[in-house]
């Protein structure tokens, strides 16, 4: 037997002696059906609403989008132009979604939700596997309405497929470490093959470092050894990450490895190459609030590890020793990268809710409410309070809401944090517990309802893109003025100028614009450029302007960063 099983049967039969009489049977389908309709309402309602939003989603999209038009899934190409930025699993995810329901919004992100709802009921079932039906419930409904989870999971990018299939991957190792089996290495190996498919090399080094890290500091590391093992988990992963690594490497070879493993993997991390630089700090102060509405049982599982950091080696104890493991280790790494965007450390969300839910059980166990509990309590309540009152108050100006508008989102905001405080102080924690979910579902069906319209406006270029597209004459092209906006990917992805590398052209100057149009052949282009600047480009005698169309930029560089939509045509002499 191996020596894995002494502590795994240890804590087993503690845990067992501890939970025997939950009703875990009984409890089963309550809790899916509540899972189901918390992610109903926090992942699919409206999830077609927004426009493709930010840089990067609605160029995935149109990636996806040409592969299904080509029928070719492996190479990325953007307006026709190998992209190697990325690997593909997020494409062949949003690629279903368009074969399933057409080429729109809500096709391009149902393929990421479904891969979300996997890892939630992944963390469901391992979860009650191991602590039982009340703490699998508690993770998992927790893990469904943190924020960032949320936001992550209703937008077609890579952070999310990665998140999951890193958690799919480390609860195979914690479903082999409990009771054994073949079958959780086979699915270690195949997840740790789709975590390389969503993003990469980081998807092998940080969760066979957490399993490394594991696996010393508990003395189990001989049993990684097993030859069997590793050739199973090591050949299912190859099989599973050559699907794609496969033909990229035999069609495009060493243009393949400069741009994706050197340029997107060692130059992102090393350098500030991609203009994405933060403090050392950043990921620690994310890690905690995009853990929104659980921020204060984590911290205050935070503040408490020292005194049970002797416990975690114990057998135990060695489950939350796994989970911290598994929440610091993609923090501590991206925190040194050159580049650093929040959703890096997606995955390591789940671990912290996981923590969150470990905090909260012991808080339901409580005869009378410790301080803990009724800081952490209150302080929840305080938090949902305030924000209700900035959105009243700052939502015009933040958000570009009406005012009667904002007082109806934050009246909402406010109502759910009374009735969380008193459900918890006329019940008990465990009904707050269970309300809080759905009242930050109420929360999110109103931000849906009520703010989506003015981000569609703000935040991306649907409008002024597809006006672009009708308002082009045959052959002619779309150049932008002093710099570039991403947005107009997928709705008029064609009309642009491009370089080799299928990035926009940008004309750096007045003087450049008729060299453009003389160099493309035609009498005119279209050109993009923000209103700070279009003052200048009417009055240059070297351009003759034709104003076509206009939409507003975000509400906090607006009016400056409204963008205006020209026709250029070089002025005779």
């Known amino acids: 037997?191996?020596?894995?099983?002494?502590?795994?049967?240890?804590?087993?039969?503690?845990?067992?002696?501890?939970?025997?009489?939950?009703?875990?049977?009984?409890?089963?389908?309550?809790?899916?059906?509540?899972?189901?309709?918390?992610?109903?309402?926090?992942?699919?309602?409206?999830?077609?609403?927004?426009?493709?939003?930010?840089?990067?989603?609605?160029?995935?999209?149109?990636?996806?989008?040409?592969?299904?038009?080509?029928?070719?899934?492996?190479?990325?190409?953007?307006?026709?132009?190998?992209?190697?930025?990325?690997?593909?699993?997020?494409?062949?995810?949003?690629?279903?979604?368009?074969?399933?329901?057409?080429?729109?919004?809500?096709?391009?992100?149902?393929?990421?939700?479904?891969?979300?709802?996997?890892?939630?009921?992944?963390?469901?079932?391992?979860?009650?596997?191991?602590?039982?039906?009340?703490?699998?419930?508690?993770?998992?409904?927790?893990?469904?309405?943190?924020?960032?989870?949320?936001?992550?999971?209703?937008?077609?990018?890579?952070?999310?497929?990665?998140?999951?299939?890193?958690?799919?991957?480390?609860?195979?190792?914690?479903?082999?470490?409990?009771?054994?089996?073949?079958?959780?290495?086979?699915?270690?190996?195949?997840?740790?093959?789709?975590?390389?498919?969503?993003?990469?090399?980081?998807?092998?080094?940080?969760?066979?470092?957490?399993?490394?890290?594991?696996?010393?500091?508990?003395?189990?590391?001989?049993?990684?050894?097993?030859?069997?093992?590793?050739?199973?988990?090591?050949?299912?992963m190859l099989a599973v990450a050559s699907l794609w690594y496969g033909p990229m490497l035999a069609r495009h070879g060493q243009h393949f490895v400069d741009e994706f493993f050197i340029a997107h993997h060692f130059q992102r991390y090393l350098t500030n190459q991609y203009r994405h630089p933060q403090p050392v700090y950043f990921f620690a102060v994310i890690g905690v609030l995009g853990c929104f509405p659980w921020n204060f049982p984590l911290l205050a599982r935070l503040f408490g590890l020292g005194r049970r950091w002797r416990d975690l080696r114990a057998?135990?104890?060695?489950?939350?020793?796994?989970?911290?493991?598994?929440?610091?280790?993609?923090?501590?790494?991206?925190?040194?990268?050159?580049?650093?965007?929040?959703?890096?450390?997606?995955?390591?969300?789940?671990?912290?809710?996981?923590?969150?839910?470990?905090?909260?059980?012991?808080?339901?166990?409580?005869?009378?409410?410790?301080?803990?509990?009724?800081?952490?309590?209150?302080?929840?309540?305080?938090?949902?309070?305030?924000?209700?009152?900035?959105?009243?108050?700052?939502?015009?100006?933040?958000l570009g809401l009406d005012k009667f508008t904002a007082y109806r989102l934050a009246a909402i905001g406010v109502l759910v944090s009374i009735v969380y405080l008193m459900i918890w102080f006329l019940l008990h924690l465990r009904a707050a517990n269970r309300f809080l979910p759905f009242g930050f579902a109420v929360v999110m069906v109103a931000i849906v309802n009520l703010v989506t319209p003015v981000l569609a406006e703000r935040e991306t270029l649907k409008a002024l893109g597809e006006q672009a597209v009708r308002e082009a004459r045959p052959g002619e092209r779309l150049v932008f003025f002093l710099n570039s906006n991403h947005r107009l990917n997928f709705y008029a992805t064609d009309l642009p100028l491009r370089d080799e590398k299928s990035y926009f052209v940008i004309a750096p100057s007045l003087e450049s614009i008729p060299l453009l149009i003389k160099r493309h052949g035609g009498e005119s282009l279209l050109v993009l450029s923000q209103r700070q600047w279009s003052g200048a480009l009417v009055e240059s005698p070297l351009l003759r302007m034709e104003r076509l169309g206009e939409q507003r930029g975000p509400i906090k560089c607006s009016p400056n960063c409204d963008l205006v939509l020209f026709r250029a045509r070089a002025a005779r002499p």
């Not at 963390?123 to 039982?132: A, F, K, Q, W």
């Open 1 to 236: 037997m191996e020596r894995a099983g002494e502590g795994k049967r240890v804590e087993r039969s503690m845990e067992d002696g501890k939970r025997r009489t939950e009703p875990v049977g009984q409890r089963n389908g309550a809790a899916l059906i509540a899972l189901g309709l918390l992610a109903g309402l926090l992942l699919v309602f409206g999830l077609g609403r927004l426009p493709l939003i930010g840089p990067d989603e609605p160029r995935y999209a149109d990636i996806a989008r040409a592969m299904v038009a080509t029928g070719d899934l492996i190479t990325p190409r953007l307006a026709g132009l190998e992209w190697f930025e990325k690997p593909a699993l997020t494409y062949w995810l949003t690629a279903v979604g368009y074969r399933l329901f057409g080429v729109s919004e809500f096709a391009a992100r149902i393929g990421i939700v479904l891969w979300s709802v996997i890892g939630i009921l992944a963390v469901y079932g391992m979860t009650t596997r191991l602590r039982g039906a009340l703490y699998g419930y508690l993770s998992a409904s927790m893990l469904v309405s943190c924020a960032i989870w949320v936001g992550f999971s209703r937008v077609a990018t890579f952070d999310l497929p990665l998140a999951v299939s890193f958690t799919l991957a480390l609860l195979c190792y914690l479903g082999w470490e409990r009771s054994g089996g073949v079958r959780w290495w086979a699915g270690l190996g195949v997840s740790l093959g789709l975590a390389l498919l969503a993003k990469g090399l980081v998807g092998l080094l940080l969760p066979g470092g957490i399993i490394l890290a594991y696996a010393v500091l508990t003395g189990q590391w001989r049993p990684l050894l097993h030859p069997g093992r590793l050739l199973l988990a090591g050949g299912l």
């Open 315 to 398: 057998p135990e104890g060695r489950f939350e020793l796994f989970l911290w493991l598994w929440a610091l280790v993609p923090i501590v790494f991206f925190s040194f990268s050159g580049s650093k965007l929040p959703g890096y450390i997606l995955p390591s969300f789940p671990a912290l809710l996981m923590l969150a839910a470990l905090q909260l059980q012991d808080w339901e166990a409580e005869a009378t409410p410790s301080r803990g509990q009724v800081g952490s309590v209150v302080a929840t309540m305080v938090v949902l309070f305030l924000l209700g009152v900035v959105v009243a108050l700052a939502g015009p100006g933040l």
